[in-house]
């Protein structure tokens, strides 16, 4: 699935630190490598303590750079640095990437969250939102170590098909890894549900109560549904029915079995669009340190 890796860079050493990523992909997969530099209109001087590329043949030298230091002889490298500045990268880099057409975009999180992220949303789920490409976005540990190759990678689903698109990613990264997949299915209480479901549950919570555990039963039978062709492919994985609030119960899920990799399915809205929409994905970037693989919900495949 991974043959072909968009790679943004904007000259910082923050960024450079997928790198190590873009080289294993390049190497176990024999994926195509695409480097890409932007250059942003009315750019600062600097960007994360380091220089900020402000020119074309700045950045041109800068990625020729990258590809001798950071990527084996015979790597299959291309470059590209779109010359005409703009001001809405995070627009450019998913128009980039609908040209360029790659199976996965690499980011780093940048960390602490300014107010543009607060406004806007990060620039890893606006290239969700704008696009159609699935974006890893790589966070380093406390200490600015690099996590990877990933170990453990939970999955959450919900049964609906447009919602387990990640599922296929996480399979192959799976895969490529040699890790553990975690998939796991969070049903509400009567206690947990919100908006409508938690006016007729107020009305009816032994009916309620009846149709939540029925959904239990039911995501045990899809749980199995999903396990039981990992398996057969040799896949590691595990799965599991949780009951409460999903996003506490996928929180604690993933300190649970002390994951590396969350895998979420995503409509990509972020910032006050995620704000008002209760998007999960949103929260949950704010809540669990670790690494994301956040796929497009939107004309996504069934998983096979």
């Not at 996480?170 to 040699?178: Q, R, S």
Request: hydrophobic residues 45%; glycine residues 8%; charged residues 20%.
């Amino acid at each position: 699935m991974y043959k072909r890796i968009l790679v943004p860079l904007d000259g910082s050493a923050l960024a450079e630190s997928v790198l190590p990523v873009a080289a294993f992909f390049a190497e176990t997969a024999k994926a195509q490598i695409l480097l890409l530099h932007v250059l942003e209109r009315d750019a600062p001087n600097t960007i994360h303590g380091d220089r900020h590329l402000r020119a074309a043949d700045e950045a041109e030298a800068y990625l020729k750079n990258i590809t001798r230091t950071a990527f084996a002889e015979g790597t299959d490298v291309a470059r590209h640095v779109h010359g005409e500045a703009v001001t809405h990268v995070a627009g450019s880099l998913a128009g980039h990437a609908s040209e360029f057409a790659p199976d996965l975009v690499l980011l780093c999180a940048h960390g602490d969250g300014a107010w543009r992220d607060t406004l806007y949303g990060n620039i890893a789920q606006q290239v969700v939102d704008l696009g159609k490409t699935p974006v890893l976005l790589i966070r380093n540990s406390g200490d600015g170590k690099l996590i990877f190759p990933y170990r453990r990678i939970l999955v959450p689903i919900d049964g609906k098909p447009s919602h387990e698109a990640g599922l296929p990613g996480a399979t192959d990264l799976a895969e490529l890894c040699k890790a553990e997949l975690r998939l796991l299915m969070v049903v509400p209480t009567l206690s947990t549900l919100t908006g409508n479901e938690a006016a007729t549950g107020s009305m009816l919570p032994g009916s309620t109560r009846a149709v939540l555990d029925l959904a239990q039963e039911r995501a045990v039978e899809h749980l199995g549904e999903c396990v039981a062709p990992l398996r057969e492919r040799g896949v590691s994985v595990s799965a599991c029915v949780a009951r409460g609030d999903p996003l506490e119960r996928i929180e604690g899920e993933f300190h649970r079995c002390d994951a590396d990799l969350v895998v979420l399915a995503t409509h990509g809205k972020a910032g006050l669009k995620a704000f008002w929409a209760g998007s999960l994905a949103s929260k949950l970037l704010k809540r669990i340190p670790v690494s994301f693989l956040l796929v497009p919900a939107q004309n996504s495949p069934v998983p096979q």
